[in-house]
Structure formats: C-alpha cells, structure tokens
C-alpha cells in the first residue's frame, strides 16, 4: 500500500540557496512584493508581506506541530479547491504573511516558498522534467515579457540540471501525488500562457496590474473547465502506472 506524503521528511531540506539573493533584487520581492506598480486591492501590496501557499494537507501537518502564523494575527486560513473529478480534490491553502522575509524562528516555511523561485515538474516515471515560475507574478512578467525583480530566475537551467541528477531531490518528490500537483501545475501555466484577454491588452504599469488582479481573482485568465479535464487525464494517467494514491 502506498504511503501518505511525507512532509517530515522534507520540512528541514533546502532546495535553494543564493547567497546576496535578499539584496540582489531590491529587499526581498518574494517576501515584499515590492514592486512600484504593484496597488493591489485585495492581494498584498508593495512592501506590506506576501500570500504563503500550502498545498494539499501541508498546512494541517505544520498546524498540529505549531508550525504557522496564529490564527489570531493572520485571520483563519482559506482554501482553494479544484474538483478535477478524483477522488478528492486539489487543495492549496493560502494564508497572508506579513514578516516580510524574517520569518526564522517564528514559523516553518512552505514548500513553495523553500522552492522559490523554481517549481520542478516530476513526470509519471519520476524523472524531473522541467522547471517553472513559481510565483504567479513571475509567470505574468514572463506573459507581458517583462523581467522579474528575482534575478535567481535566470537560473533555471542550472536548478534544472542540477535536480535532474539521480537523488538531487528527496524522495518524496517521486511520490505521485506531488507528480500531479507538479503536472497540474505545468497544465495551469499553459492555459495561463495561452490565455488574451481583451481587458488587458495595451495596458501598463499600474493600470495593468490594477485589471489584471480583477480579472485574476475572478478566475478570467485561464480556463478553469480545460484545467479539471486536463489534471483528470493526468491523475489516470498516473494512477495507471503507480496505482491509487488519493486517500
């Protein structure tokens, strides 16, 4: 029978590490968000913290052991959920963070952010097959061909090569229900990449972050029907090789 996700056995690895990383992009963007057209409404500002995300029952691992940010100063955690049609769904937990990269001691860090900037995609045969923006503001600079103030992300090729080398990545990447969090992931970019939308077109600077966190928190740049129909055929496709795996 296959085991759970273990997140024990990665909640103390490093995947990344740069040294300069916080001062090379201006104070911390992943931590900061401080970018000069960034006047969100709803999603963090500049220079006010980020959104951490946990995926699939991460944030419930971390909660028992006292691990994250008191409900008491964050408010209660939200969940975002995608009924691809398995037996449960994909669930990402997201929850404000405002200790704007001084998080040592005071909380365990996601796995998106340990990973960040780079999400390896992991295949059905365990192989890492490439590397993607982590961060959905990286993966709209790359969109509108701008450059992300994380200039760790010129380095994808050298991570890429790195984690393709046999053991580079604890073995709990190889387990399958991060393949299809890592695939429906991959599924989401390329819908996202796809996506033109007339609102936006023509738009710049504040402008254009203004709509596009309208137009994103709606669910409007990206086909949320191709996404489930997509991670559906990924999940079988995976199931088929490595038999169930979503208890």
Not at 22 to 49: E, I
């Amino acid at each position: 029978m296959l085991q759970p996700f273990d997140w024990e056995a990665i909640k103390n690895e490093v995947f990344l590490f740069e040294a300069g990383c916080w001062n090379g992009c201006g104070g911390g963007f992943c931590c900061s968000q401080n970018h000069p057209d960034f006047d969100f409404k709803l999603m963090p500002k500049t220079g006010t913290g980020t959104t951490l995300l946990y995926w699939d029952r991460e944030y419930e691992y971390l909660e028992k052991r006292g691990k994250v940010q008191p409900v008491s100063e964050v408010g209660k955690p939200h969940k975002l959920e995608l009924n691809f049609g398995g037996p449960r769904p994909l669930t990402i937990t997201h929850v404000p963070c405002r200790h704007l990269g001084l998080c040592d001691g005071k909380l365990d860090k996601p796995l998106v952010c340990k990973l960040y900037p780079f999400l390896p995609v992991v295949g059905t045969d365990g192989s890492v097959e490439e590397v993607l923006p982590l961060s959905i503001f990286d993966l709209t600079f790359d969109a509108i061909g701008e450059r992300s103030p994380c200039w760790v992300r010129m380095k994808a090729k050298q991570y890429l090569a790195q984690w393709q080398k046999p053991g580079a990545l604890p073995e709990s990447f190889h387990h399958p229900l991060y393949m299809l969090y890592s695939q429906a992931a991959r599924h989401f970019v390329d819908l996202y990449m796809k996506n033109e939308h007339p609102r936006l077109k023509g738009k710049t600077g504040k402008d254009f972050w203004t709509t596009w966190e309208f137009l994103y928190l709606g669910g409007r740049l990206f086909d949320a029907k191709e996404l489930k129909a997509r991670v559906h055929k990924t999940y079988l496709d995976i199931v088929a090789v490595h038999g169930e795996f979503m208890d």
